[in-house]
Nanobody, 113 residues
Framework: QVQLVESGGGLVQVGGSLRLSCVAS????????LGWFRQAPGKEREFVAT????????NYADSVKGRFTISRDVAKNTIYLQMNSLKPEDTAVYYC??????WGQGTQVTVSS
């Protein structure tokens, strides 16, 4: 079992930045891939970025490439999502995911124009 707790969401203006954090606890050693997904109102949940827990290899959705950076701190069992140059279409609830199985409760990101 893996528990995930996100934080760092909020309200930001267009062009601004936010950093999301996700602290993982439990059987994290069995989880190889962690990542971020998001869900906007009326839309399906979509992939944002993933990172290999052991390798540090990253993968991004085309819509966020060059603006978002995913990273991890193994000692803190935490992954981050640095979001820069935010756009109104980035407005969504952002969810942390572990191993394609476990989900956090989500954190709201709102980008105002």
């Amino acid at each position: 079992q893996v528990q995930l707790v996100e934080s760092g969401g909020g309200l930001v203006q267009v062009g601004g930045s936010l950093r999301l954090s996700c602290v993982a606890s439990g059987r994290t050693l069995s989880t190889r891939i962690l990542g971020w997904f998001r869900q906007a109102p009326g839309k399906e949940r979509e992939f944002v970025a993933t990172i290999g827990w052991n390798t540090g290899n990253t993968n991004y959705a085309d819509s966020v490439k060059g603006r978002f950076t995913i990273s991890r701190d193994v000692a803190k069992n935490t992954i981050y999502l640095q979001m820069n140059s935010l756009k109104p279409e980035d407005t969504a609830v952002y969810y942390c995911n572990a191993g394609s199985i476990y989900w956090g409760q989500g954190t709201q990101v709102t980008v105002s124009s």
